[in-house]
Nanobody
Framework: QVQLVESGGGSVQAGASLRLSCAASGRTSSSYTMGWFRQAPGKEREFVAG????????AYANSVQGRFTISRDSAKNTAYLQMNSLKLEDTAVYYCGATGRRYIPLRQYDYELWGQGTQVTVSS
């Protein structure tokens, strides 16, 4: 039905910026929510940011508040995660997820579809 493809990851130095993209292909609905999660080695997948496609409402984890910005381009069916002032602790595989729920879930289990992930590595 719908596939999600992340891109934009890479290796950068602390303080640099990256913009991740999550492109949805196939037939999509504007009533869903898209979210970004990340998973570092040995840790659980954690919520980073989410956006309601229909309302534009956003939510952020405290750890990225003020540094990361989630946005969407409806014409391209693409969500973005602008990451500024990157820190070492931001190093992780970043995943894009989608759900038909109207609210922005904070648990990975509430998302119905996932992309393959993109690696973000921040070094000093």
């Amino acid at each position: 039905q719908v596939q999600l493809v992340e891109s934009g990851g890479g290796s950068v130095q602390a303080g640099a910026s990256l913009r991740l993209s999550c492109a949805a292909s196939g037939r999509t609905s504007s009533s869903y929510t898209m979210g970004w999660f990340r998973q570092a080695p040995g840790k659980e997948r954690e919520f980073v940011a989410g956006i309601s496609w229909s309302t534009g409402s956003t939510a952020y984890a405290n750890s990225v508040q003020g540094r990361f910005t989630i946005s969407r381009d409806s014409a391209k069916n693409t969500a973005y995660l602008q990451m500024n002032s990157l820190k070492l602790e931001d190093t992780a595989v970043y995943y894009c997820g989608a759900t038909g729920r109207r609210y922005i879930p904070l648990r990975q289990y509430d998302y119905e579809l996932w992309g393959q992930g993109t690696q973000v590595t921040v070094s000093s």
